[in-house]
């Protein structure tokens, strides 16, 4: 058994990172609309929102001129089930027996402003935005029972609850931006355009809590951790700014094709962080470790590596049925700092297609699924699956989107009695996590 120990742990991220690995690999939220969303997250080719500034700035002028006010709010729930494998002495076979159960609930908001001015054939569009963007939300708790040792023949629970111990992380990076599109109307009455947009990363404050709850310890305290409560805070301040581009090119008039580039950016700094230790046996980052016969929480400060996205389109609105539009998304994404041969992929895709049938007088149907590859290499690739809906009233327009996915990995238990981190997953039965994330969004639009 061996560790390598990196002075600055994996500072990437995926659209899909696991939640117990948001203090390191922060979460990315989604900022564009709920029609992009339910359309497998085709947010290049198909947004409809100010959240365009980041994904695609071409998009915003592809708005009747005027005033348009878009505002965002999304519940996402995210379920963590950590299992252990058992013996069924009844059936005499081993089976899978759940020992933790949590699940958390997160709200965000977001509003957005975009002006369409059109000069004959010409078309120029500004926007501002302010939406979250990364999450480092993380909340784990686990119940403690001990043992009550009853006499026989006693009728009674034996194993009455100890106590709890819990983990959290909690911080999100806003952004606020603005941008602005140029287009040119072709003779088919399609749009060549162009957009640019500059992000700001917004300061926030990270905050890790430990805290061992003692409820009853009349029983003994021997299946509680011996760790020392914790409260770590950080201010993170940052002069962090990132820029895109974007084109949307109509080649016929079915095919449009868009192109978008997102810059890297470096938020925090090296001094900040202290060493983190990098597990070969489960082959993901290790927040945990005994030091001097100690359990010691090992993330002190943040560094943190958005990468670089490179982003292409395809969108078919068939002459068949001018209701429907088929779309189809590559996002590439890549960093080439503090990456790890053999656990981590520097490069990494992900994979989008998603469909809308509109028809009139009725609410339009939305799908999508997104195939998206793990940055870790024992982490499978996720897929997810987008569905979505829509309504107009006058000038106000309301869009419906939800997405579902599931992620599984073997990890070490969090509290462990001993120091587990030098053994084996086939030795000491390493935890079996799946993690199920619920995300609905709401986007409300009005045009003035």
């Known amino acids: 058994m061996c560790y390598k120990i990196l002075y600055i742990i994996i500072i990437t991220s ?68 950590r299992s252990i494998i058992f013996k069924d002495d009844w059936d005499e076979a081993l089976g899978e027996t759940d020992y933790v159960f949590n699940q958390n609930n997160y709200f965000n908001h977001s509003l957005g402003l975009i002006y369409n001015q059109s000069l004959d054939r010409f078309k120029i569009a500004g926007a501002i935005s302010q939406k979250p963007f990364l999450s480092l939300n993380y909340n784990y708790e686990e119940e403690v029972r001990g043992d009550a040792n009853l006499a026989d023949g006693v009728i009674g629970i034996k194993d009455p609850i100890a106590g709890y111990q819990s983990y959290s992380t909690s911080g999100t990076l806003d952004v606020r931006s603005a941008g602005i599109s140029f287009s040119l109307k072709n003779n088919q009455n399609r749009y060549f355009s162009f957009g640019i947009g500059v992000n700001d990363i917004i300061d926030t404050r990270l905050t890790d809590k430990i805290k061992l709850t003692i409820i009853d310890d009349s029983y003994g305290l021997d299946n509680m951790s011996s760790i020392d409560d914790i409260t770590n805070s950080y201010l993170l301040t940052t002069e962090s700014r990132f820029h895109t581009v974007g084109f949307q090119i109509p080649i016929t008039n079915e095919f449009v094709l868009t192109l978008s580039y997102e810059e890297d950016l470096l938020i925090g700094s090296i001094s900040d962080v202290d060493q983190l230790l990098w597990s070969s046996i489960v082959g993901l980052p290790q927040l945990f470790d005994y030091i001097e016969d100690e359990l ?7 560094i943190y590596q958005k990468p670089e996205k490179r982003n ?13 539009l088929l779309t189809f998304e590559i996002t590439n994404r890549y960093w080439d700092l503090y990456v790890w041969p053999g656990y981590t992929n520097n490069e990494i895709n992900e994979y989008k297609i998603g469909f809308e049938y509109d028809p ?89």
Request: charged fraction near 20%.
């Open 360 to 448: 009139y007088n009725s609410y339009p149907i939305r799908a999508g699924l997104v195939y998206s590859e793990s940055i870790f290499d024992a982490i499978e690739p996720t897929t997810t699956l987008t569905l979505g809906t829509g309504a107009k009233i006058g000038k106000i327009e309301f869009d419906f989107a939800m997405n579902y996915s599931t992620t599984k990995y073997k990890y070490f238990d969090i509290f462990p009695l001993e120091n587990i981190f030098i053994h084996d997953c086939q030795d000491i039965g390493c935890d079996n996590v799946t993690e199920n994330k619920l995300t609905f969004l709401t986007t409300l639009k009005i045009g003035f």
């Open 296 to 302: 010691t929480y090992l993330p002190l400060g943040f």
């Open 312 to 324: 292409l389109g395809f969108t078919y609105y068939p002459k068949s049925n001018v209701n429907m």
């Open 14 to 81: 995926t659209i899909y990172s696991q939640s117990f690995f948001n203090r390191i690999v922060p979460e990315e939220l989604y900022y564009n609309d709920a029609r992009s969303m339910s359309m497998g997250k085709t947010n290049i080719s198909t947004g409809q929102s100010s959240g365009n500034i980041i994904s695609n700035p071409a998009l915003l002028s592809n708005y009747i001129d005027g005033i348009h006010i878009d505002m965002n709010i999304d519940f996402r729930s995210i379920s963590e089930r």
